[in-house]
């Protein structure tokens, strides 16, 4: 079975930092696309980070980002603990979200379209305070 399961969520107060993991289990998604997502209440879910297999280029992974987060969010994976980290920093209110990992099973590049993912973790609630 399959699983992603989300951690690091928490409250914190604008300006602060956290670090939100996400671990597969029950296969190796080292040579796949994966990406984070959110949702706010009432909001639809929405892209925040995608990055590529290691493998796709010489340099290792790409890794592209939502504008409301370039700068300020950085993505990784370590695929030999089949993680995906997701650095978060001076975070605004409007960040508030449950954020969401999610990995595909046929392509190794990357994708904002949660179409585009076939697994799905259960999401951990991140809340900034102003």
């Known amino acids: 079975q399959v699983q992603l399961i989300e951690s690091g969520g928490g409250l914190v107060q604008a300006g602060g930092s956290l670090r939100l993991s996400c671990v597969a289990s029950?296969?190796?998604?080292?040579?796949?696309?994966m990406g984070w997502f959110r949702q706010a209440p009432g909001k639809e879910r929405e892209p925040v980070a995608t990055?590529?297999?290691?493998?796709?280029?010489?340099?290792?992974?790409?890794?592209y980002y939502a504008d409301s987060v370039k700068g300020r969010f950085t993505v990784s994976r370590d695929n030999a603990m089949n993680t995906m980290i997701l650095e978060m920093h001076n975070l605004k209110p409007e960040d508030t979200a449950t954020y969401y990992c999610?990995?595909?099973?046929?392509?190794?590049?990357?994708?904002?379209?949660?179409?585009?993912?076939?697994?799905w973790g259960q999401g951990t609630q991140v809340t900034v305070s102003s």
């Open positions: 999610a990995a595909g099973s046929t392509f190794w590049g990357t994708s904002f379209n949660p179409r585009d993912y076939d697994y």
């Open positions: 029950g296969r190796s998604f080292s040579s796949n696309g």
């Open positions: 990055i590529s297999a290691t493998s796709i280029s010489a340099t290792g992974s790409v890794a």
